[in-house]
Structure formats: structure tokens, C-alpha cells
């Protein structure tokens, strides 16, 4: 049907970051073609709003854990992005066996889909590889501390398979391909009750409600707008880097911090309160991002109280 019309598949489009890398895909980049293949477990049709009336956007609801590859015989693929994954510590624990089978199975899947295609794969890896990291900041070239049984386990082992599976697949079969290690990203757009840092906190400092604190606060995460990891991920579609490239914003805070910034910064009377610690809650955290530097000149440019002030604008138009 399509036959002819360059596509880009993103799986996983329906999710907070793949939504804005559809958008830009087809907006700013005017790709002919985005197939964006999603179950909705945790994203939602809503991201992609101001997409779906478009020509240009084929949306299938499914599970890359069960897909029928020949369903995607039609079209010419390119590229194809691999976000679909469950993200947020406190869904992926619920979900654990679907979040090992996405990340495994739902891995080799793709795969397939690109080699009948001759597509450059793409794969949204994580920071998570390096665990709870001895190594400050972390590099590419750094093999982690993950325990591969604890409580983040089910995501972070299944990002570590799906690392080495891509690797070997595309090895073998000679194929291009990039495993971007995300850090910490967030805007507009993340699930409200995600549970993840960003929208508890926002949420709570815009209804005056206590900022929960898990253990002291002294964690540290470092925070990248979306935008910038989107123009990271596509600066990477039409380069040929092979392999690991860590993609995340240096500007590096405690958790405490983090709250103390956000409370100020949205006039909250909200009060901080300290739970008991999670186990394995990497203790710091922090990209070297040299490497996307060289390679890809890229570098991110959103400010943290831009960022924030653009996010707290989405999650107040929800309350
Ligand atoms: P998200 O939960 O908003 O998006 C994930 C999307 O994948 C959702 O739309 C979900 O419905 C879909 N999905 C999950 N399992 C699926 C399956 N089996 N089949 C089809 N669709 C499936 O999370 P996000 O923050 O946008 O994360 C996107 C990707 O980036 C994930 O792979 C995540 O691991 C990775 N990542 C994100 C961050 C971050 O800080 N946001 C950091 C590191 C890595
Ligand atoms: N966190 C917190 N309170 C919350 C949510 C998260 O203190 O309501 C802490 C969490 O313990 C971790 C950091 O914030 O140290 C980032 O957590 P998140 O779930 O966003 O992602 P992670 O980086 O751990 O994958």
C-alpha cells in the first residue's frame, strides 16, 4: 500500500519522549512517513493529539512483544526507533514480566522488521546500565553495578539484554544501528501519575501538597529538557555512529535540591518530607557526554528553569 513512501517507525510513539519525536519527525523534519506501533500500557492516543487526523501518521495499537512482523511488509522502512518500554521505577516493579518480555522479545521483533527493511535501528537504552555507578560521571566505556535481582532489576537487566541482543543481531547481519543511554529526561507530556521524580514533585508543588523525599535527598540526577535529547536522537538518524552513546543533560542536583528548586520556583507553599529510602536508588548520576559531542556536535541547550516552567505550564492545564 505504502510501498515507496520512505517510513520511520516509532515504536513506543504514544509515550511521553516517542509523542515529541513524532511530532518533530513529521513537523519539523517532514518525514513522508511515521508508523507509530504502541499497546498504550503506559502512553496514551491523547500525545499525539495533534497528529492523528494526519496522513502522514499510521497508528497501531499492539504489543511489540507479540507483533506480527509481515504486518509492516507494505511500507518502506528507513529507520526505526525503539522507545516502547516501561519507564518509571514504580510501573516497571508492577509490570515486571512485561518489562523483561518488551525488552527482550519485543526487541528481536524490531530487529526483524529492520533487517527486511535494511533500516538503521535506533534503541532508547538507559542510564540504568550503569546501575548504582562507582564511576562519576559515567562513561560509555564504564560496565555499571547492577544487581540482577534487586527491585530495578526487570528493567535494567532487560535493557542490558536488549543492548547485547542488538549488538549481536546487528552484527551478524551487518546492520546500522545506535543504543542511545538516556539520562533522566522530562517535560510535557510525562504521564501525571508516572511516578517518576518530575511529575510528583510538579504536581504536588501546584497543589500546595508535601514533596516526598525518598531517603535524604542526597541522590543526585541530572535533568534534560525533551527537546534536546529529540534533536540528540534525530542528529543520530542521519549519522552512521555504531554502538553506545549516552544522551543526557550534565546540570547535576540532589533530589533536595530538586525540590527546594521547584517549590521556589512555582511560589509553593508545599512542605518537603523525607520516606524511607528505595533499595538500589543509584546514589549519583551524571553523563559524560563527550562522545555525542564529537560525534553528533550535540549538545543540550535547554535551561533548567525553562524547562521546568514549560513542564509545570502542560501539568497545570490538567488540573
Ligand atoms: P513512557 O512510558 O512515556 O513511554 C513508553 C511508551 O512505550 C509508552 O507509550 C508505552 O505504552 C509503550 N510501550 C511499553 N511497552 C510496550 C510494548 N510491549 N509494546 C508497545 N508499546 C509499549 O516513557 P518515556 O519516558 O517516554 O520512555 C521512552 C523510552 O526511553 C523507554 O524505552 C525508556 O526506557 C527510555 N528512557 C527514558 C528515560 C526518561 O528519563 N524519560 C530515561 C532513560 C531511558
Ligand atoms: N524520588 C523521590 N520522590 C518521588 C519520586 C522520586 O525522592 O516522589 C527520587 C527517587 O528516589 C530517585 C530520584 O528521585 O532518587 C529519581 O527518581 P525517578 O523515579 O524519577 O527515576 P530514576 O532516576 O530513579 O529512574
Known amino acids: 500500500m505504502n510501498k515507496g513512501i520512505s517510513s520511520v517507525l516509532v515504536a513506543g510513539g504514544a509515550g511521553f519522549i516517542g509523542s515529541h519525536l513524532s511530532r518533530y519527525l513529521l513537523e519539523d523534519l517532514e518525514c513522508e ?23 502522514k501518521l499510521d497508528f497501531v495499537q499492539d504489543d511489540i512483544v507479540s507483533l506480527d512482523v509481515a504486518r509492516f511488509d507494505s511500507y518502506k522502512i528507513s529507520h526505526v526507533f525503539n522507545l516502547a518500554s516501561i519507564a518509571s521505577p514504580k510501573t516497571y516493579a508492577e509490570k515486571s514480566i512485561e518489562t523483561l518480555k518488551t525488552g527482550s522479545l519485543g526487541v528481536f521483533n524490531l530487529l526483524e522488521i529492520a533487517k527486511k527493511n535494511d533500516a538503521r535501528f535506533i534503541h532508547a537504552s538507559t542510564s540504568e546500565i550503569y546501575g548504582d555507578p562507582t564511576v562519576h560521571p559515567q562513561t560509555e566505556s564504564y560496565f555499571g553495578n547492577v544487581n540482577s535481582v534487586g527491585p530495578r532489576s526487570m528493567y535494567d537487566e532487560a535493557k542490558r539484554f536488549g543492548e547485547a541482543a542488538i549488538t549481536a543481531f546487528c552484527d551478524k547481519f551487518d546492520m546500522s544501528y545506535a543504543l542511545v543511554r538516556i539520562f533522566n529526561t522530562y517535560g510535557p507530556k510525562m504521564g501525571q501519575n508516572d511516578g517518576r521524580v518530575i511529575p510528583n514533585f510538579v504536581n504536588a508543588a501546584l497543589r500546595n501538597l508535601n514533596l516526598e523525599i525518598y531517603g535524604d535527598g542526597k541522590q543526585t540526577r541530572s535533568l534534560c529538557y525533551v527537546s534536546d535529547l529529540v534533536n540528540g536522537l534525530t542528529k543520530l538518524m542521519d549519522s552512521t555512529y555504531c554502538g553506545p552513546i549516552n544522551m543526557g543533560n550534565p546540570y547535576e542536583l ?23 529510602a528505595l533499595i538500589d536508588d543509584p546514589k549519583q548520576r551524571c553523563p559524560d557526554i563527550s562522545l555525542a559531542k564529537k560525534v553528533l556536535d550535540w549538545a543540550p541547550k535547554v535551561d533548567f528553569e525553562t524547562g521546568l516552567s514549560n513542564t509545570a505550564e502542560y501539568f497545570k492545564s490538567m488540573v
Do not use: C, H, R, W
Open 33 to 55: 512517513k511515521v508508523i507509530v506501533v504502541d499497546n498504550l500500557v503506559t502512553g496514551n492516543k491523547e500525545n499525539l493529539e495533534e497528529l492523528l487526523n494526519s496522513p
Open 254 to 276: 540532589t533530589v533536595k535540591e530538586l525540590a527546594e528548586k521547584i517549590i521556589e520556583s512555582l511560589k509553593s507553599s508545599s512542605d518537603i518530607v523525607y520516606l524511607e
